[in-house]
């Protein structure tokens, strides 16, 4: 292993006796940091778990003692592995058992236990009386080496006597040891007299701190120890040498309590029910370091030695930091190796709990469960995992039985063969029947029987026991190998050579390769229908079962359980299902004409979209359609087009309203001949064709906008037909070439009333017109994209249309003029806007509404808002023009955040829970505020509780980064921005708009671990994110507007509009990108963003600081503040990905100083303002 | 005959059942699994009959239907490679769902009568559950790898993979709430609305190794907590936001009292059901003994004579007419006390009477 990691955490690695296996150390230092080496560790203890468990010789003590060494081993710290249960396990387990008395490796543990005591004399002194050890020379050697050790000579000596008088084994050894013994003591008084030696040895040891302090003491330990080689030195098992030390000088308080406790509990155990654990021990290692200058002992180690990268960049004190968790800074932390190791553990998302609470034993009671064996070792096992082990075995056992069993018969037919060779076909498909005996479970020819009277009387079907593919395997048409007898012989030997399974892999042809259970693949092994269940054709399936399925009721709910996602949708409108019900009847009629379906067969790519998936077969037919019928949920499927259909209807209304007046050109009233010759048929088509020529004109249109990819992606095969098919395809081209010929000229008739007519109608028909926000989100997150297939499909669809008049709207595509909306976060527009939500937000479960006025809150008040939630104010954190921020405790203590406003907190409910449907990434989630419950009083007034983060929000760092004059490092700037680019592009990708980024509205969540971080995507995209966006109010919800949208604010007197707002041009999402500007701004520069133009190009007034990269941050700038107009939006996946190369031209150290220098910030706003938290204005 | 509240529905029906096998005299299913029924469940109301399926260490899942006269008719058998440890049914009633410890989770169509593999786990998997949410259906299913595992039946990967910080080893579902135990005492809540993602972590209220776990649910009858049983003799009753901190407690259940010996033997408790209507709940245990419980008046209803062998698992019929409870060895002292001898037995009850909460009579 690597000596400089060795280095770095020697410190952390229990000295053994006998030594440590670098192999196993090098793993087992990897595994503080890599959860791979790390799990495998996990694995291996599991082994040993299950190995104790498993075990039925007559040597019970060998799984244990391998399994303790192996933990001494594998935990070089001992502090994973909690050892010492495991050993007093062990211990307490055999302490009765009298075989093992004498047995060396019990001795061994319990020798190791002693050295894990306080006090070891009393314990040896305890077990020699119990009589354990009492013949082994090992046990007499290391109890007269602690007597050594102390310098007790006398006693020592006396321990050798003792052994011989006992008769121990080997004899030899321990008059051996004697011998050295003597010698060593010889030499000691020989060479130095004993005050001389006392003099020159206090202090001598390096290593040895807190021996060098202890004042010199009276009586037994007058002499401190002869020889400071060997073991002294060395230490023992599991002892870091201190402990001794601790030993010697008993002055602290603290200590002595600890050792008399040990103390009386050795002494009081007669019996060994109670193995003395080595826990007064533990105890003081993991004290914290603080408290050793309350015993007067030692002074403060010394400040940590300034290896420390961060000392280099960041001009800070090191000496009061805690341990930064980062391996280089190791030799710094030496006496908080405990501490190092808390931070450097991988996390581990475990609650951190006792694996059980044992009771005392109490007389009265008696478990009538084989708890030994649920918590035997330093794990459990539940009843059914025990049995499982069993049962394992059990099928290995079998499985080699029948292995042997095949070898043998291989055998014998081989000698038959040999005899008459004709035979031996019959023998080898014998031989492979019986091969899959153990394939299918055992009890298989036990359950035989039960299975027919199972089946009896039942027609012939598919059985419930098929026999598996092996077993249909047709022996005869592979090539069989015993043919050739030279063949077979040869295969023979090779069969006798190899282990079975690897002859079940290299010979194929002889037996067919087991089915792998495990494989994650799925294969299904042993079923003829090995298909999942959305493949069989329906019709076919439906048919095939209908006669003999015992179960024949519910067949139609198979369908229904087949297209479980469709019927999703249609539970959000379960309310309308009566509707529809009374619909279906006169919705028959529209049966797709087939000729509907050849059309949808010559669509091309272009519109996949909105055709059916390739595998679908539309229920084209008559016939087929009462089958369908069946279905009882299903019904519910067409309700969507027709409900649509309704809309579409009145909404052409509403644009003949709007146009009427207009004094119509030419063109509009081809259109309104158009929209006439589609209404006579109601049918789905119509919705979904005005809906598509609207689009194409780009009037606006969003409903049916939002309609048609929804419909065309989300809603199945069914619906797809449903309305596709229910137009003839020849009234649906006619009426697309009259109206493409207007087309131009209607968009640009189109006004701005219109829009607002649309909305309106919108939102009266707001629940029709969005579906299932969930589906939907994967659809619009397409934006603006789909423009160009969206034409396309136009061509498609209007067949021999030319080129020409799609040209139009595809040069002008940004032209603002009918989408325009002013402002968009305008409180009656968001109310407009929420009725149009298919999912109201008051339907949420965690919405309440309350018709009462809002309480007046407190600190230290409790407030109950609704049952099972009871919140105890703790302070006020925060605060905005309206609304109010107070931290909270809920029943259980845990820190809530009150979000408490006079303003309805609907629409950042929404947005929130929308954002969250949206998100396709989970990780992603911790970068958006969630809003765990809201409350909507009386007079809009609203309460919204979220998650409280600790670290407080984004500015206080900054401003915390500025009070000290320390520059915002370069490496974390740009880290924070990428982090906020990438949440942006996500909520951009989710189309939302957040409106109002800036440094205020970000929280800090959990600083990343950073230590072992490599400049590489995964790992770097593993960092992300950090930073919360909170204060979702302004956020705008693209998807509920037309997809060409632009905004137009006037009269923000908020200094933060983006550039767009303050010259009054059409904005979208260029005002997040401000946001990104601003907030890079105020980390870069510590003050908020001051711009001017010059030249027609937007730029920040300050200079970026020399050091910083200028280059890239003016660019970046540039490019964030220069948005041409709306569809010229930048790629903000393009400029992540420039920062993250940039990112990597950064050392990782730099990069890793820089987050714990943040880090420790971050602990001193913690700790100074007492959470002060202060929200600034919004 | 369950629809009817007769007492003690005993008959002469099964004369064959010794009475010591049958104390209660309740109905007997008829051709029970030959080993160790590691799991039960009824048809959900879905459809009108009841059909009962069981799931056992021999590797087989039984499906019998239930007449209203008590009387079962073996249905239908499928096997699969190792011992069965959870069965479900789909909403549907046409699917059930196998959980064994050969890895796998399979598919029981039952108008086909064809399995089909629908999860696969890198260990036995332990619990099964079938989700039905307005957004998506999919299937739970936890296991002693140490995950959980969200599987859209139709494809081969699962649609969600949540780490468990231990291994699987009770669970159960009742929208939009999921709870798990893990060994290790570990217990996490699920809410599966929207995306399931963790809810929280409950310290467990129970001093050992978790066992079984059933959701119950308010009187607005949306799922409000759980009741958790350990192996060591006890139940918790566990509130996600309590209304009151008291209201969480533990209760002491499938310990003998007093036996002469003057030790309390304390048994393993192996299963807890909530009553569907009633909101009562039914705990088994290795004691052999099967106890109706009120959680809210924190009664006891009723206790069983005890059975020949532990009882491992108990359910109730989705109109709470019906409790099955499968008596067979359950492991719990090991497996020199496992005797392959001893039959299996699953009995019915006609249990709606006796689970009506006492306040209110």
Redesign the interface.
Do not use: W
């Given at each position: 292993m690597d000596s400089t990691e060795l280095d770095f955490s020697k410190e952390n690695i229990q000295p053994v006796k006998e030594g440590r296996i670098a192999s196993y150390l090098s793993t087992a230092l990897n595994s503080q940091c890599h959860a791979k080496s790390q799990s495998e560790l996990l694995k291996e203890r599991e082994k040993f778990e299950l190995a104790l468990r498993k075990y039925k010789g007559d040597d019970p003590l060998e799984v244990w003692y391998n399994y303790i060494n192996w933990v001494i081993q594998a935990y070089p710290s001992n502090e994973v592995a909690d050892l010492t249960t495991l050993i007093h396990k062990c211990l307490a387990k055999f302490k009765d058992d009298e075989r093992y008395h004498q047995d060396v490796r019990y001795v061994k543990l319990w020798i190791k236990c002693v050295e894990m005591q306080r006090d070891p004399f009393e314990t040896y002194d305890m077990i020699h009386k119990h009589g354990i050890g009492s013949k082994c020379a090992e046990f007499y050697k290391s109890w007269a080496e602690e007597y050594e050790k102390i310098g007790d000579f006398k006693q020592a000596s006396k321990i050798y006597a003792k052994g011989f008088d006992y008769g121990a084994q080997p004899a030899s050894d321990l008059a051996k040891a004697q011998r050295n013994f003597e010698d060593r003591v010889a030499r000691h008084f020989a060479t130095k007299p004993e005050d001389e030696w006392m003099a020159s040895n206090s202090g001598s040891d390096g290593r040895r701190v807190l021996s060098a302090l202890a004042p010199v003491k009276q009586g037994r330990d007058e002499n401190v120890g002869s020889l400071r080689t060997g073991a002294a030195i060395a230490g023992s098992a599991g002892v870091l040498k201190q402990s001794r030390g601790l030993q010697l000088q008993q002055k602290p308080p603290p200590l002595q309590i600890f050792t008399d406790q040990q103390v009386g509990e050795a002494r009081n155990t007669v019996h060994l029910d109670k193995v003395p654990l080595g826990r007064a021990h533990d105890r003081e290692n993991t004290r914290k370091p603080g408290k050793w200058t309350i015993g007067g002992s030692a002074k403060r180690p010394a400040p940590a030695v300034a290896t420390t990268p961060l000392a280099s960049s960041l001009p800070f004190k090191i000496s009061e930091d805690p341990p930064s968790g980062k391996g280089i800074s190791t030799p710094g932390g030496l006496c908080y190796s405990q501490n190092v190791f808390k931070q450097r553990k991988v996390e581990?998302?475990?609650?951190d709990?006792?694996?059980?609470?044992?009771?005392p034993p109490d007389?009265?009671?008696?478990?009538?469960?084989?708890?030994e064996?649920?918590?035997s070792g330093g794990?459990?096992?539940?009843?059914?995992?025990?049995?499982?082990i069993?049962?394992?075995e059990a099928?290995e056992e079998e499985k080699k039985k029948v292995a042997t069993e095949n070898q043998e018969n291989k055998l014998s037919s081989q000698s038959d063969e040999n005899a008459e060779g004709g035979q031996s076909l019959d023998l080898m498909e014998d031989l492979s029947t019986r091969n899959n005996n153990f394939?299918?479970?055992s009890?298989?020819g036990?359950?035989g029987n039960?299975?027919e009277?199972?089946?009896e009387g039942r027609p012939k079907?598919?059985?419930?026991?098929?026999p598996s593919p092996m077993q249909q395997f047709d022996f005869m048409s592979a090539p069989s190998p015993t043919i050739n007898t030279r063949a077979a012989n040869a295969m023979m030997n090779e069969l006798f050579s190899t282990t079975f399974t690897q002859c079940l892999g290299d010979s194929l042809l002889v037996m067919p390769q087991e089915p792998q259970?495990?494989?994650?693949?799925?294969e299904?092994?042993?079923?003829?229908?090995?298909?999942?269940?959305?493949l069989p054709d329906k019709e076919e399936?439906l048919n095939?079962?209908m006669p003999k399925?015992?179960?024949?009721?519910?067949?139609s709910?198979?369908i229904?359980?087949?297209q479980?996602?469709l019927n999703?949708e249609n539970?959000?409108k379960s309310d309308e299902a009566e509707e529809v019900d009374k619909n279906w009847g006169a919705h028959i009629p529209f049966v797709p004409p087939p000729k509907d379906e050849e059309n949808f067969g010559g669509d091309d790519d272009s519109s996949k979209e909105n055709c059916c998936p390739n595998d679908y077969q539309p229920p084209a037919t008559k016939e087929k359609r009462p089958l369908a019928g069946i279905l009882l949920p299903s019904r519910n499927v067409p309700f969507k087009p027709l409900e649509e259909e309704d809309y579409a209807e009145e909404k052409e209304d509403d644009v003949k309203d709007v146009n009427a007046p207009d004094n119509a050109t030419e063109n509009n009233g081809d259109h309104h001949k158009a929209t006439s010759v589609k209404r006579q048929p109601p049918s789905h088509r119509l919705a979904w064709e005005t809906s598509f020529e609207n689009e194409m004109y780009k009037c606006l249109n969003d409903v049916a906008k939002s309609e048609v990819p929804t419909l065309n992606k989300e809603m199945d095969d069914e619906n797809e037909v449903g309305f596709s098919c229910s137009k003839s395809f020849k009234t649906m081209s006619s009426s697309i070439t009259k109206k493409s010929s207007g087309g131009i000229i209607f968009k640009q008739t189109s006004t701005m009333r219109m829009v607002e007519t649309e909305i309106a109608s919108d939102s009266r028909h707001g629940h029709e017109s969005n579906s299932?926000p969930?589906?939907r989100a994967p659809l619009c997150s397409q934006g603006r994209d789909e423009n160009k297939p969206m034409f396309n499909e136009r061509g498609l669809w209007g067949g021999g249309l030319s080129a020409q008049p799609l040209a139009g709207p595809c040069e002008t595509p940004n032209s603002d003029g009918p989408e325009t909306v002013e402002n968009p976060t305008d409180q009656s527009m968001l109310e407009s806007l929420l009725g149009k939500v298919a999912l109201p937000v008051s339907r949420s479960?965690n919405f309440y509404r309350i018709t009462q006025s809002i309480p007046y809150l407190k600190t230290n008040d409790a407030v109950n808002l609704r049952?099972?939630?009871k919140l105890t104010i703790q302070r006020v954190i925060g605060s905005t023009p309206d609304a109010k921020l107070y931290l909270a405790l809920?029943?259980e203590g845990e820190p809530i955040v009150i979000k408490y406003q006079h303003v309805s907190c609907e629409w950042e409910f929404y947005i929130v829970r929308e954002i969250?449907?949206r998100l396709e990434d989970?990780r992603m989630?911790s970068a958006f505020s969630n809003i765990l419950e809201g409350y909507l009083f009386n007079a809009d007034s609203s309460m919204m509780m979220t998650k409280y983060l600790p670290n407080g929000s984004f500015i206080d760092l900054l401003n915390a980064y500025k009070k000290k004059h320390v520059v915002f490092p370069e490496v974390l700037a740009l880290f924070f921005t990428i982090d906020i680019v990438n949440s942006v592009r996500v909520l951009h990708g989710c189309n939302v708009i957040h409106g109002s980024i800036r440094p205020e509205n970000l929280l800090i969540g959990d600083v990343p671990d950073v230590s072992k971080l490599s400049w590489n995507d995964e790992q770097f995209r593993r960092l992300l994110p950090v930073l919360q966006l909170i204060n979702m109010g302004k956020c705008i919800d693209m998807t509920l507007f037309p997809r060409n949208v632009c905004f137009k604010s006037t009269s923000q007197e908020d200094q933060h509009q983006c550039i767009e707002m303050q010259n009054g041009k059409p904005w979208t999402y260029q005002i997040d990108l401000y946001g990104i500007a601003f907030t890079m701004h105020c980390m870069i520069f510590g003050e908020f963003m001051d711009i001017s133009c010059q030249n027609g190009i937007w730029n920040i007034n300050r200079k970026v600081p020399s050091h910083f990269n200028s280059g890239i941050w003016n660019n970046l700038f540039h490019s964030l503040l220069n948005v041409p107009s709306c569809d010229y939006i930048p790629d903000l996946l393009s400029i992540q990905a420039k920062l993250q190369e940039f990112m990597f031209t950064f050392e990782v150290d730099e990069f890793m100083s820089a987050i714990a220098f943040m880090k420790r910030m971050l602990e001193e706003l913690h700790r100074k303002e007492s959470n002060k938290i202060t929200f600034k204005c919004v | 005959m369950f629809n009817q509240a007769t007492s003690l529905g005993g008959t002469s029906t099964f004369a064959t059942t010794p009475s010591t096998a049958n104390p209660m005299r309740d109905f007997e299913v008829s051709s029970p699994p030959d080993d160790s029924v590691s799991s039960l469940a009824f048809s959900p109301g879905s459809i009108p009959q009841n059909f009962l399926i069981a799931g056992s260490w021999d590797g087989n899942v039984r499906c019998w239907e239930v007449e209203q006269t008590g009387k079962t008719i073996p249905k239908s058998m499928q096997s699969m490679q190792g011992p069965i440890l959870d069965v479900c049914w789909s909403d549907d009633a046409t699917k059930v769902f196998m959980a064994a410890c050969d890895k796998m989770v399979k598919c029981w169509d039952l108008n086909s009568n064809q399995t089909v593999q629908v999860a696969a786990h890198d260990a036995p998997v332990k619990t099964c559950h079938w989700i039905k949410t307005p957004s998506y259906t999919c299937l739970m299913t936890g296991s002693w790898d140490k995950t959980l595992k969200f599987w859209d039946t139709r494809t081969p990967s699962p649609m969600l993979t949540i780490n468990l910080p231990e291994r699987c080893y009770c669970a159960d579902v009742d929208y939009p709430m999921a709870v798990v135990g893990t060994a290790g005492r570990g217990l996490i809540v699920y809410q599966l609305e929207g995306k399931p993602q963790e809810f929280k972590r409950i310290e467990s209220p129970l001093k050992y190794q978790h066992r079984c776990v059933s959701i119950f649910r308010d009187k607005k009858s949306s799922p409000a907590g759980f009741a958790l049983g350990s192996v060591e003799g006890r139940v918790a009753i566990q509130y996600i936001s309590p209304p009151n901190p008291k209201d969480n407690f533990t209760f002491k259940c499938h310990r003998s009292n007093g036996t002469p010996n003057g030790y309390q033997d304390i048994f393993a408790v192996n299963d807890i059901c909530f009553h569907p209507v009633h909101g009562t709940l039914a705990t088994v245990g290795s004691d052999g003994r099967f106890s109706f419980w009120d959680k809210d008046a924190r009664t006891k209803l009723k206790s069983s004579e005890p059975m020949e062998q532990p009882i491992t698992r108990c359910c109730f019929n989705h109109n709470g007419q019906i409790f099955a409870y499968s008596v067979s060895y359950d492991w719990s002292k090991g497996h020199e006390f496992y005797n392959q001898l001893k039959k299996n037995y699953i009995f019915l009850r006609s249990c709606y009477e006796e689970l009506k909460p006492r306040t209110k009579t």
């Open positions: 581990r998302d475990d609650f709990c006792p694996l059980a609470i044992f009771e007389p009265t009671k008696k478990v009538m469960y084989c708890k064996k649920v918590y794990n459990e096992f539940s009843l059914e995992e025990i049995r499982a069993r049962y394992f099928a394939v299918t479970p009890n298989k036990k359950y039960r299975q009277v199972f089946h079907g598919p059985s419930s026991y098929h259970p495990s494989a994650p693949k799925f299904i092994p042993c079923d003829d229908n090995a298909t999942f269940p959305d399936m095939y079962q399925a015992p179960f024949s009721i519910h067949c709910e198979n229904l359980f087949e479980s996602p999703d539970n959000c299932n969930l589906s479960s049952r099972g939630l809920n029943s969250r449907s989970p989630f | -």
